[in-house]
């Protein structure tokens, strides 16, 4: 990952290979942004009407490159544009900030070093800049033999006051947070024959000694004998068995307990249900809950708030065989209660549900699931947007307040009384799907029976931002992105703050 380093110095004077500034757009064309004065005197003023004339226009992502000729010591300034202007201080301009940031260091991918002259006002602008550079500076080259482009190296982010501990502590910060989204696009976007339910909780384990976090795997045996019927029965078509995960981090006096838990289909095929081939192609990013929630739990171990976690990664393989659940199988979740399963692809919320009865046993305070659970939820919010569903409506606005702050998209979704008849079983409990109206609902609804009401619970339906299939934007590769991870740690860190 690059590294970052602060300086208040004028960017005109710093020995990097490319100044990046910042641009808006306007009715009367761009306007420069704070932190681009030293490079508009340098010029004799004329950066302005020069980027016009190259045809920038400000807009959200726009990379527009122009050499110094010797008038700074970086031979390359790169304006980037931030869109229309926003106010100072909010959510929304530090958005503005990380998306300006990753999409300047995609566009300077190959470069050796870099300083980041854009509008920094206090840590938080300092701290989105970070993150967006470095979630910009994201590649994916494992399993490639020729050459890449190497991300940017060496990163200075430069602005006044940035050398104060307030701002200094805020971008330690988010080069953690920023690690923990790389950390799981990394794991999505590995092939799934190299990251199964196994080969996750064994990376799970490495990753946890030496940190503050305690990890406990159950195998198949152990899933069978403890009644995960969830779990065992999605996973026992695969010759990849089950495993559930839990993390657990625990400091000294903590005043509140956060329960996380997240899917983990390391592939999904549908089951016996199968999938058309083409919808198979992005499966891999079926572990997109359990990626965030793990990669979340290891940077929130590190960043060390007062509030204890207790995190669940439901890990499986959905295939079809000989041994695999059939549709209108009875399976039994932890706990006790039944469910028909009426389609095997329905095959999330199963591994969620025994995973969202045991985290109620370590009776935290709140209990927060990530899932890319369905494709309803993409055509209801498209593919930026991730739906919050909950019991308690002060606490979904907490999330997507969290959310907000962190500067990521999430929109509240309810979850009606009268669509829980849908999921009425003649032979079972419950059963796992209704019909195709408002079917994000009803699973949420079908969520919603495994956990309690007078604990504040919020299902994430991250199935649209989760993978982006498009072209790359802002901070966001194609790819995996690594969706939730930064909203689940704000959400711990305003639980220790609201404590």
């Known amino acids: 990952m690059s590294a970052v380093t602060l300086s208040s110095a004028n960017p005109t004077g710093l020995k990097v290979d490319a100044v990046v ?28 009407t020069t980027l016009t004339q190259l045809g920038a226009t400000g807009a959200a992502d726009e990379v527009t490159k122009l050499p110094t000729m010797g008038k700074a010591k970086a031979p390359v300034i790169v304006a980037v544009g931030l869109g229309s202007p926003g106010e100072p201080g909010t959510p929304e301009h530090r958005e503005q900030l990380r998306r300006a940031a990753g999409a300047a260091t995609r566009a300077l991918a190959g470069t050796a070093s870099a300083a980041y002259a854009l509008p920094i006002d206090g840590e938080a602008d300092a701290a989105a800049i970070t993150e967006g550079v470095l979630m910009g500076a994201y590649s994916f080259d494992e399993y490639k033999t020729g050459d890449t ?27 953690i947070v920023a690690t923990a989204v790389n ?29 503050k976090l305690s990890i406990e795997v159950l195998d198949e045996k152990a899933l069978a004998k403890g009644g995960y019927g969830g779990l065992t029965g999605v996973g026992q078509g695969s010759a990849n068995p089950p495993r559930l995960v839990r993390l657990s981090y625990r400091p000294a006096r903590a005043k509140k307990h956060v329960a996380l838990v997240g899917k983990g289909i390391t592939f999904d095929t549908g089951g016996l249900s199968l999938k058309p081939s083409d919808a198979m192609k992005t499966m891999k990013c079926d572990m997109g809950g359990a990626a965030a929630v793990v990669a979340a739990t290891l940077a929130i171990a590190e960043l060390a708030p ?4 207790t995190t669940y990664a439901a890990m499986a393989e959905n295939m079809p065989s000989g041994e695999a659940q059939r549709p209108s199988d009875v399976i039994t979740i932890y706990g006790g209660k039944t469910v028909e399963v009426l389609n095997t692809d329905a095959e999330g919320r199963l591994v969620l549900a025994d995973a969202l009865v ?19 939820a993409v055509v209801a919010l498209g593919t930026r947007v991730s739906g919050i569903m909950a019991n308690n409506d002060d606490f979904a606005t907490q999330v997507q307040a969290s959310a907000q702050a962190a500067g990521e998209h999430m929109w509240p979704l309810p979850l009606p009384a009268e669509l829980r008849e849908k999921l009425d079983s ?38 649209g931002p989760a993978f982006n299939e498009g072209q790359p934007f802002g901070y966001t590769p194609q790819g995996a992105t690594g969706a939730a991870v930064r909203t689940l740690v704000k959400i711990v860190d305003d639980v220790d703050h609201a404590g």
Do not use: C, M, Y
């Not at 007062?306 to 976690?309: E, I, L, N, S």
């Not at 045991?358 to 890319?372: F, G, L, N, Y």
């Open 21 to 48: 500034i910042g641009i808006a757009a306007s009715d009367n064309g761009i306007v420069l942004q704070a932190g681009a004065e030293p490079v508009d005197k340098a010029l004799k003023g004329s950066l302005a």
């Open 149 to 175: 482009k190497t991300p940017v190296g060496a990163v200075t982010v430069v602005g006044p006051g940035v050398k104060a501990k307030a701002v200094r502590e805020a971008v330690a910060r988010a080069e």
């Open 183 to 211: 950390r799981a696009r990394d794991w999505i976007n590995t092939p799934p024959r190299d990251l199964g339910p196994k080969a996750f909780a064994d990376l799970s384990t490495k990753l946890v000694k030496g940190t």
């Open 306 to 309: 007062r509030v204890a976690v």
């Open 358 to 376: 045991r985290a109620k046993e370590d009776e935290p305070d709140v209990i927060v699931d990530v899932a890319t659970l369905t494709g309803a």
């Open 426 to 463: 003649q032979i079972a409990d419950i059963a796992n799907i209704g019909d195709r109206q408002g079917g994000a609902l009803q699973a949420g609804l079908f969520l919603k029976e495994f956990v309690d009401d007078d604990v504040p619970w919020a299902h994430l339906d991250i199935a």
